[in-house]
C-alpha cells in the first residue's frame, strides 16, 4: 500500500485574496497591490474575471491597436476601469456618474464609432468651442474637458494606446469670480 502525503492547506489555497487594514480585500501581484473591494463575494468575483488579465495571461492579446480602436471602446475600456476604483472605494459615484455623462457628451459630438488615430487635436478643440456655445458656466466646461483629458492620460499611462492627439492643446476654461457686493451704491 501507497501512502499518499497529505499536504496542508494554506490560506492561500482556500481564498485567493487577503483582508487589507482598510476593510478591502486584495491581492498582490507582480509587486503591486490590487483591491477588489469590501463585499467578499463581489470581490472574488471581481478578481476571477480580471486575473488572467492581471496575472499577464492574456494581456497582449486583449490590447487593441491604435488603428482599430474606436472611441466606444476607449471609453468602455476607461469606465470600467473607473468603475472598479467605486467599487473598491476610492472614486465616490457622483464623480463616476459625471464622467459617464461627460464622455457621453464627447462621444456624441465625435461619433461613437470613430477611430481614434482619426481625432486631430482641432477636433478636440472644436469639441471645447461646442461646449463653450452650450454651456454658460466655465465649471462645468472644465469637468468636460477634465474627463476627457483623464480618458487619453489614463490609455497612455496605461499602455492602451501608444499615440493620443495633442491633449495640451485644449485648455480649460479660467474661472472668473465677480465679487458680490453686499450693499449697492
Known sequence: RCKMKRRRKTRSDKFPLTRHATGQYCKKINGKLYYFGKDKKLALQTYLEQATYLHGGTASAQRVSNSNMTLKHLCDLYLDYQHSKVRAGDLSARHYNDQIYSLGKFMSFNGKGRKIKSISTVDLQNYKRKLQSNHGSASRLNIH?????????????????????????????????????????
Request: proline share 5%; aromatic share 10%; hydrophobic share 45%.
Open 145 to 185: 474637458i477634465g474627463a476627457m483629458k483623464a480618458l487619453f492620460h489614463w490609455a497612455r499611462r496605461n499602455d492602451v494606446l501608444q499615440d493620443i492627439p495633442n491633449i495640451d492643446a485644449v485648455s480649460r476654461s479660467k474661472i472668473i469670480h465677480h465679487e458680490m457686493y453686499t450693499f449697492s451704491p
